[in-house]
């Protein structure tokens, strides 16, 4: 990549719509974490975010969520978007169809299970569409209706991997500015809430530790578009890079909102308060089934720990 | 029983096992947890353990209590924290034992047979909308009207105020400027008029409460101690009531749940988490030492606010790290609704509640290490 993190000015007005349009959803400045309701799914599919396929656009557009909270299995719909075509890719996107994506591993807990049509089984780099033989729903933390399924493989699909890419690039953006939204909610709290007859940010003990936050996501979110920017010159380096965003994104939210909920004090703890509507949603967003185990995969290869053979 | 680094005396470690024979009739009860939903059961257990004379355990003889010792306060509510049962009622500790030091023959005769019976209950009314960590910069007025008081502001955070029958409250009565010494003390009746009391959803799915306060009246007789003289009185009743506030065996619980979880997941074999619940195992140790002393410094009469706010601040955190590290391991089955998922929520405001982590650090900075204070 050459030194330009900017996205373009397509990418640009393609945020200031989402934004726009987030806003007017939830009526304030985040979604709150209410259960996902199809129809707002719909009006977001409206836009035709969904057919985007240059990863800059699709970064674009998930900062933009990212920063107002929106719900819904985003990063999933981007990837499927790249799998699925004909029929099925065109229901996909408009919002008709919805698709669960996931590895299976141990108690067959699978992301969005309870309420998609279709499903995409992955294995590290491959994907396979899959029929649901079970699904029982289960209530998570951050509100999103996953269920413990059994799958049964279909066919395999063509271009897991850059689809795979193009999900973790996707969830990078949207945590990376999930992370930044509650760290900049926290700096102007900081800024007006008195205690001791100071402003509460003049304490180191407050400030520093948002802007440690602040560095760490500042890393995640410049990480993410270097990866945007390497997924779209097709480089060797995408899948290593996407996979790398995806996790310093999600230590970087998930340490955010830990900072957060303690510079917001008791306000914080209430549900009224602003930090646990975002804070819930990172926290599930960050714990796909085999998801970790995946990215560390495709570092410690890259890294030369271990070799492809041995994964 | 819970596995607590400190044997007592044997006839310390009699009680004991008489507590935990009382607590087996209210396995399962979590008013640890749920104190708010669970009320009516709770409020059921607290009488039982005033008809054992343990809400007065601690108290004098004079006062109506058995007269034994800060041991045994701390082996009765760690137990029950272990068990999760219950916490320490504010009534039977930092109520009572400000009463016995600092209240009048009248109030005695008022409050502590009622506490001591597990009848009544109270919250503490001392947070404020501007006014958290800087408890000195409250605001809630109260102007002296010939017998009464007149009480105007607002509280917030009060915990179970929705279910208890006074609030022990600080309030303004002398100037702003004045800080700490222009407070007092009073127990204010719930139930008065002026009062209302709102509820304030926490992310654990229980409740605090803001409790407005519009003109009500409070009898003179119900301020505790001299007028603007509440500073001294607040700490004296932490002195000695720190060693029941954090129980260490909440964490071993705590963590013993964590392993059962590891184990049902089929976890317990990964060489990363047998690190980290190695490291969590050794965490809980050392929370139970820094417990005990605190014990030793109530025990003895020595002053402890380092080592009370050391103990906080390891066992807040450790409550977190705890909570924290099934996610933290990436294992997404934490994700799903139960006993993991609850810790994680609740946990979050062991670093707020009680006095903050940043405040706690303060304050062993400045009172431990002469250090700054507080930036
Ligand atoms: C579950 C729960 C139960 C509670 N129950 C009660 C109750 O029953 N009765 C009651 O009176 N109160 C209660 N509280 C309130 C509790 O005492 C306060 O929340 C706490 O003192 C912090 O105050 P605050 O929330 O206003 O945060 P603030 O004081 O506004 O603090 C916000 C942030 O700024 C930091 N900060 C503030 N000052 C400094 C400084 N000088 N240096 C460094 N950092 C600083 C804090 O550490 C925190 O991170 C409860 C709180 C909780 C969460």
């Known amino acids: ?311 | 029983m819970s596995v607590s680094l400190f044997v007592g005396s044997a006839e310390e470690e009699e009680f004991r096992a008489d507590v935990i024979r009382f607590i087996s009739e209210y396995r399962g009860l979590n008013g640890f947890h749920f104190q708010g939903s669970k009320w009516p059961e709770v409020k059921a257990l607290y009488r039982a353990i005033g008809q054992c004379g343990w809400m007065s355990i601690g108290w004098s003889d004079a006062a109506g209590g058995l007269g034994r010792s800060a041991v045994r306060e701390f082996i009765l509510w760690d137990e029950m924290a272990y068990a999760r049962v219950a916490r320490p009622p504010l009534g039977a500790g930092i109520v009572a034992k400000t009463l016995i030091a600092h209240g009048t023959e009248a109030q005695k005769q008022k409050w502590l047979p009622p506490i001591r019976a597990g009848e009544k209950f109270f919250s503490l009314g001392y947070s404020e909308p501007g006014a958290g960590s800087d408890l000195a910069g409250l605001s809630t007025r109260a102007d002296l009207h010939g017998d009464h008081y007149v009480v105007t502001g607002e509280k917030c955070w009060t915990s179970y105020a929705q279910d208890s029958d006074y609030l022990w409250t600080l309030v303004r009565t002398g100037a702003v400027e004045d800080r700490g010494r222009g407070l007092s003390l009073m127990i204010l009746d719930l139930h008065a008029p002026g009062v209302s009391v709102r509820p304030l959803p926490t992310i654990d799915g229980e409740q605090l409460n803001q409790v407005v306060l519009d003109a009500v009246e409070v009898p003179v007789e119900h301020r505790i101690g001299p007028e603007n003289a509440a500073w001294r009185l607040v700490k004296d009743a932490l002195d000695v009531e720190r060693h029941v506030q954090f129980p260490p065996a909440r964490l071993r619980r705590d963590l013993e749940e964590l392993v059962a979880w590891l184990r049902k997941h089929e976890h317990e074999l990964d060489p990363v988490v047998q690190r980290t619940v190695a490291a969590l195992g050794v965490g809980v140790f050392e929370v139970e030492a820094l417990a005990l002393l605190v014990l030793e410094s109530v025990v003895k009469g020595r002053p402890g606010d380092v080592e009370a706010a050391q103990n906080k601040l390891a066992h807040a955190e450790l409550s977190q790290k705890i909570a924290r590290a099934p996610f933290e391991l990436g294992l997404s089955e934490a994700l799903i609704y139960g006993p993991i998922e609850f810790l994680y929520r609740q946990s979050t405001w062991e670093t707020i509640g009680g006095g903050t982590s940043e405040i706690m650090r303060s304050v062993v900075a400045r009172q431990g290490l002469g250090l700054g204070g507080r930036s």
């Open chain 1, 1 to 311: 990549m050459s030194i330009d993190f900017s996205l373009g000015e397509e990418a640009d007005a393609i945020a200031q719509t989402l934004k726009r349009f987030a806003r007017d959803q939830a009526g304030g400045a985040v979604v709150p974490c209410a259960r996902f309701s199809p129809d707002l799914w719909r009006k977001l599919c409206g836009l035709e975010i969904f057919s985007l396929t240059g990863a800059k656009e699709i970064v674009a557009v998930m900062e933009a969520l990212g920063k107002t909270n929106f719900p819904g299995p985003l990063a999933t719909t981007f990837a499927a978007a790249q799998l699925f075509e004909g029929d099925d890719r065109a229901r996909i996107v408009s919002g008709e169809m919805l698709v669960a994506m996931g590895e299976l591993h141990g108690d067959g807990l699978f992301p969005w299970a309870a309420i998609a049509q279709r499903f995409v089984w992955c294995e590290r780099d491959r994907a396979f569409a899959a029929r649901a033989i079970s699904i029982e729903p289960v209530e998570t933390l951050g509100c999103e209706p996953w269920g413990k399924v059994r799958l049964e493989r279909e066919s395999e699909f063509r271009h897991a991997g850059r689809a795979l890419a193009i999900a973790d690039i996707a969830l990078g953006a949207y945590l990376a500015q999930a992370g930044r939204y509650l760290v900049e909610a926290a700096s102007e709290h900081a800024k007006t809430r008195t205690q001791f007859g100071r402003p509460i940010g003049d304490y180191q003990a407050v400030a520093h530790a948002l802007a440690r936050c602040a560095t760490e996501l500042a890393a995640a979110a410049a990480l993410t578009r270097v990866a945007a920017h390497s997924f779209d010159a097709e480089r060797k380096n995408c899948r290593v890079t996407s996979a790398a965003a995806k996790v310093s994104a999600g230590k970087a939210a998930n340490s955010a909102s830990q900072v957060v909920h303690q510079v917001f004090g008791a306000f914080g703890v209430t549900e009224e308060g602003p930090v646990f509507p975002v804070a819930r949603r990172i926290r599930q967003l960050t714990l796909t089934p085999g998801a970790d185990a995946t990215a560390r995969a495709h570092l410690l290869e890259h890294v030369g720990l271990i070799r492809s053979e041995s994964v």
